[in-house]
């Protein structure tokens, strides 16, 4: 993940569009999302309020869509020979993970989410929750506290022991 970070901090884009912008753009993706933004965050010194409030909101944007849409949006993928094969890849993946999410739910999901490993994060933990039917506003208070829990832990990271490495 450190490598795909600066990538974009050390691509041409921030000479295009401010660092905040930057950082948003980061948190979006899947596999960086919050972790990749708080991380660009500090590599850009951007102020660690700021830098966590717009990886918090970068991250948080796709998750209603992906709730909402995934489903049906796989479904569409699925009749074409060309992502068919993408499509139950990542089903596959994501229904790896459902049991700890089905089996205590909200608390699973928080947790899924909340902490910064590998094949963890919100994007995952969406779709895991749209894949088995989780609630809608379960899924949604879930993945917010997790986002929470993951800035709590990417902060101390990337602007306390990150930070004072660099620096």
């Known amino acids: 993940m450190d490598s795909l970070v600066n990538t974009f901090v050390n691509s041409?884009?921030?000479?295009?569009?401010s660092r905040e912008w930057l950082v948003f753009i980061i948190s979006l993706f899947p596999i960086?999302?919050?972790r990749g933004g708080i991380l660009a965050a500090s590599l850009l010194d951007v102020t660690m309020w700021?830098?966590?409030v717009i990886a918090a909101v970068g991250n948080f944007v796709p998750i209603p869509f992906i709730l909402l849409f995934i489903k049906r949006?796989?479904?569409?993928?699925?009749?074409?020979?060309?992502?068919?094969?993408?499509?139950?890849a990542l089903e596959r993946h994501a229904m790896?993970?459902?049991?700890?999410i089905e089996k205590y739910g909200f608390w699973?999901?928080?947790?899924?989410?909340?902490?910064?490993?590998?094949?963890?994060?919100a994007w995952t933990g969406s779709l895991v929750a749209a894949l088995i039917?989780?609630?809608f506003k379960t899924?949604?208070?879930?993945?917010?506290?997790?986002?929470?829990?993951?800035?709590?832990?990417?902060?101390?990271i990337s602007y306390g022991i990150i930070g004072s490495i660099i620096r």
């Not at 947790?111 to 963890?120: D, H, Q, R, S, Y």
């Not at 899924?139 to 101390?156: D, Q, R, S």
């Open 12 to 17: 041409g884009l921030g000479q295009h569009i």
């Open 32 to 34: 960086l999302e919050l």
């Open 50 to 52: 700021k830098g966590i």
């Open 73 to 88: 949006i796989f479904a569409w993928l699925k009749k074409t020979r060309i992502f068919r094969p993408l499509i139950e």
């Open 96 to 100: 790896n993970r459902k049991d700890s």
């Open 108 to 121: 699973g999901l928080l947790i899924f989410v909340g902490i910064p490993l590998p094949v963890t994060g």
């Open 133 to 135: 039917g989780m609630d």
């Open 139 to 156: 899924a949604i208070k879930a993945e917010l506290c997790g986002i929470a829990m993951a800035a709590v832990i990417m902060t101390i």
